[in-house]
Each structure stands twice: as C-alpha cells, then as structure tokens.
C-alpha cells in the first residue's frame, strides 16, 4: 500500500485503522455467539456470562492498561493489545470448554481496554501535534468496522459452518491492518499532561513484573469526565438494546419498522460522528457536548411524551445526533488530562454500558418501558450536566485546508 505523503493524514490513516480493526474484531466474533453457543453447548444464561466477562475485565484493567502506557507508549500498546484481539476470536473457536471461554473471553475485554485507551490516546496526541480536529471521524471508523466484521461473518457463514477459518482469515486482515498502522503511530509526548493536583498526589503503588501500577483516588476531573462517560454510554447502549422493543410494545409500530429504531439512531450517530470535528471547530466541544446531551435528552423525553411511531422515530434520530459527539470530545480531555483520567474514563464507559441495559430493563419491568426511556432521557441530560464541570480552553486550531480557526480544546485543570 503507497505511504500518504502528509505527515497528518498519514497519522491520522493510522490511527483509523486501530478504531476500525477494533470494530472489526468485536463483531467477528460477536456475530457467530450462536455458533460459539452450540459448539460449547451453553445455555442463554452462560452465553450472557460469557459477554459480560469481557466487559468486566475491560472495566477492571484500567490501572493496569494506565501502567503499561506509561512503561511502553501507546504506540506500543496499541500494536501488542491489537495483534493479541487478532488472536482471541481463534482461542475462542478452539475452547474446549465453557470455564475456558470465560478466561479467553475475560483476556479480550483486557486487551480490547488497552487498545480503546491508548488509540484514543493516540487520536489526541495526533490533535495535538497538528492542531486539527480528528476524534469525530476516529470514531466514526469504529462503526465502519463493525459493519465490515458483520459483513464479512454473513459471507463466512454462508459459505461454511468452520468457525476455525472464519477467525483465522479475520486474524490475518487485523495483523495486515496493525501492520500497516504501527509504523505511522506518533510517539508520546514526554511532556506529561498532568494537573498540579495529580502531581501532588501520593497514592500507593504496585508492581507486576517491572510495570507500576498505581491506585488512588480519582481527581475531580476524571470524576466529572468519568460520570459524564459512565451516563453517555447508557444512553448509547439503551438505544440500541431497547429502540425495537419501545417501537412494538409502546409506539405499537407494525412489526416491519420495529428495527428502523436502531438503524435510525446508528446512522444519526455515524453522521453525527463525521460532522463533530467541524462543529468543534466552529463552536468548541464545551457547546457541543453540552448541546448534544441536551438534544438528546429533550428528543428522548419529547417522544415518549408524544408517543407514536413518527415522534419515536425522528427522537431516536435527534437522540443519536446529540449524544455522538460525547464520547470523543470526553476522550480528548481526558487525554489532556493524563494516561491515568484517559484510562478511567474509558473503564467508566465500559460500566454504562454494562449496567445500562439491565438498569433500564429493572425500570421497565417496574414501570413500564415508557418510563425506562425516560429515565434514559434523564441520563442524557446528566452527561451533558457532568461535562460542564469540566473546564475548557480555547488554543487555535486549523481547518482541513490547514487555515487557522478559534477552537476548543480541554483544559488540564478540572472544574471546582
């Protein structure tokens, strides 16, 4: 493949390919779980332990994935994490059985930790260097890449039941993708981001095989930039759990528009994702993260109160067009806010999407899924809430014909 010639697009190239193999190798393996379950002969309640052990060891790994940014890079990491995701669809495949599926798949929300917080990390390095918006179109690629993961497992099962070449052909084009990204990877600034309050923290220290791992108490930017994560991915992972379910039960939507719910919401939030980083531009990410939230939560709360196929539809919508633009812009302050805000930030937005979905099922069960939607609405608006506590400041920043521009980039010092 011919090396693009600017230095930023080649950076930036790179990186969307992390973002794209990660979306990639999640819906590999995510999209034969009915093979997976009948090869090991798991019950349903197994198969959802089996999810959840990824989440719960994504989730538990950020002092660990902050240590080893710190020791090696995250350019390091994103290669070492990157290639072992190319490995675990192929142990997966050849687990002989349930207790061994659940370490293997354990190890993958490990690795896929790793790889979320130092590619994140790499995007806002990549920011930084070139003064250009980026994060947006980064994370838009993720869901290019589930797409092409799910394409790519229809036409594999089509064409045999073999789970074993299936992963080993994924596990071939994600080593292609990694080897290609990890030599325009950007080193890390040796210049730490850190707030004088972080600096001055004394926390108690671990160690594992020459990689210190600290534990302390989170600063009050990670708690602000954690919570508005934490809620961000609730509304996030509500949307695509329960838009088909509101549209039969509630809206009572004919059976053939139950799932335009979640395609709706999904294409909302890839637009939304490619158009963020001109709307950092021009308006900062303090207005777009706090707008986005608000227009989600008003969208959500405006459809259940109008109930309704229409106004459910066009709120799904509005609700993805709000709340894409969160996560990248929390990302890109929690990056300058150091390798240790980044990683539990995005440990946070593992939990909302782990407890997201079974909170709001509890409501629903209670209360009807109505009002389960709006407490979702409610969620929104807490994320938006929660990222105003954090401080912005402006530095300039350039378009994409590379003139200057007035945009938002996150402070290091948190909000009192």
């Known amino acids: 493949m011919p090396r693009i010639r600017d230095e930023f697009r080649r950076a930036q190239a790179a990186v969307a390919a992390l973002f794209l193999l990660l979306g990639f190798q999640y819906a590999t393996w995510a999209s034969r779980l009915p093979a997976i379950k009948a090869r090991l002969s798991l019950t349903d309640a197994e198969l959802g332990m089996l999810l959840m052990a990824c989440g719960i060891g994504a989730a538990a790994s950020f002092p660990l994935v902050a240590a080893l940014i710190k020791r090696y890079g995250s350019a390091q990491v994103c290669a070492g994490s990157a290639a072992l995701l190319a490995l675990v669809p192929l142990a ?12 293997i798949t354990c190890v993958d929300g490990v690795a896929v930790a790793c790889l979320d917080v130092a590619m994140n990390a790499q995007g806002a390095r990549v920011e930084e260097r070139f003064t250009r918006k980026t994060m947006g179109k980064l994370h838009a690629t993720f869901s290019a890449g589930a797409l092409l ?14 789970l074993e070449a299936h992963f080993a052909a994924a596990a071939a084009l994600i080593l292609l993708v990694v080897g290609y990204a990890r030599q325009d990877l950007l080193p890390d600034d040796e210049r730490a981001h ?34 508005a994560m934490a809620f961000a991915t609730i509304v996030e992972g509500a949307m695509n759990d329960w838009t088909a379910l509101y549209l039969k ?17 999904s294409i909302a939030m890839v637009v939304a994702r490619i158009s963020s980083d001109a709307w950092r531009r021009r308006w900062g990410d303090a207005r777009v993260v706090a707008a986005g939230g608000l227009l989600a939560g008003a969208s959500l709360a405006a459809a259940v109160l109008l109930h309704g196929v229409v106004p459910a539809l066009v709120g799904f919508a509005l609700v993805g067009l709000g709340i894409a633009s969160v996560a990248p812009c929390v990302y890109v302050a929690a990056a300058g806010n150091g390798t240790d805000a980044l990683a539990l930030v995005s440990a946070m937005g593992t939990v909302g999407l782990l407890i997201g979905p079974g909170a709001i099922g509890l409501i629903a069960d209670a209360d009807g899924l109505a009002w389960a939607m709006g407490a979702v609405a409610i969620a929104a608006a807490i994320a938006a809430v929660c990222t105003s506590r954090i401080t912005w400041h402006y530095a300039p920043a350039r378009d994409d014909e590379g003139t200057h521009a007035e945009a938002a980039v996150p402070a290091v010092v948190p909000a009192s």
């Open 194 to 227: 850190q707030t004088t309050e972080m600096a001055r923290e004394r926390e108690p220290k671990k160690r594992l095989r020459g990689v210190r791992i600290k534990v302390g108490v989170p600063t009050r930017f990670m708690v602000w930039a954690g919570a």
């Open 92 to 103: 997966i495949g050849a687990a002989p059985d349930f207790p061994v599926a659940l370490v």
């Open 249 to 265: 039960n509630v809206a009572k939507a004919s059976v053939g528009l139950t799932p335009l719910g979640i395609a709706l919401f």
């Open 149 to 162: 993961g799910a394409v790519l497992a229809s036409a594999a099962t089509a064409a045999t039941q073999n």
